[in-house]
């Protein structure tokens, strides 16, 4: 558990996936250059950007996806966030937000990165920064009930083809 093993995790998912659209084969090219160049970049503490760990959590039949309506950024979006030290990798980061976050506890997450997203951010640090999302598809077990942890302003399951106006979410 550290910031190697994080950039090893990240590094080998990235180089893993294979994106079929070309904006996201650029940005992983993008991401895996900047891994290639900064070394604690899966850590909160890289001030320049950092690599995020984020969870879409899908109902168990698929129907329908949870999101979060973030604080800070003000719109409906993924569960996840900062990679920790204590993380093995990327994915145990991605499983343990999705749980802290939804109250959830067995979610099953899928292998493979399910995609990646980057997003200009004030996070935590007080300073502009980027994150590099990570994405995860994790499923939620039948029955699940989703409990608002203090990082979020309101948690719910939307229907998949009844997503809010604002979302940012990536589905497939």
């Known amino acids: 558990m550290s910031a190697e093993s994080l950039?090893?995790?990240?590094?080998?998912?990235?180089t893993e996936w294979g994106p079929?659209?070309?904006?996201?084969?650029?940005?992983?090219?993008?991401m895996l250059a900047f891994l290639g160049s900064a070394p604690g970049g899966?850590?909160?503490?890289?001030?320049?950007?950092?690599?995020?760990?984020?969870?879409?959590?899908?109902?168990?039949?698929?129907?329908e996806v949870l999101l979060t309506l973030h604080p800070r950024v003000g719109r409906w979006i993924?569960?996840?966030?900062h990679c920790?030290?204590?993380d093995d990798t990327v994915a145990a980061a991605a499983l343990r937000e999705a749980v802290e976050e939804s109250g959830i506890p067995d979610l099953t997450l899928e292998p493979g990165l399910y995609g990646a997203q980057a997003h200009p951010i004030t996070c935590s640090l007080g300073q502009p920064t980027r994150h590099l999302d990570l994405l995860f598809r994790i499923t939620a077990p039948p029955g699940?009930?989703?409990?608002?942890?203090s990082?979020?302003?309101d948690l719910r399951w939307w229907a998949v083809d009844a997503l809010p106006p604002d979302a940012d979410v990536l589905l497939r």
């Open 144 to 149: 699940a009930v989703p409990v608002r942890s």
């Open 84 to 86: 920790e030290e204590r």
């Open 151 to 153: 990082e979020s302003t």
């Open 78 to 81: 993924q569960l996840g966030g």
């Open 20 to 30: 079929a659209d070309p904006a996201e084969r650029s940005l992983r090219e993008a």
């Open 7 to 14: 950039h090893a995790s990240a590094t080998e998912l990235l």
């Open 42 to 63: 899966c850590l909160r503490s890289h001030a320049p950007g950092h690599v995020t760990a984020s969870a879409v959590v899908w109902s168990h039949d698929g129907r």
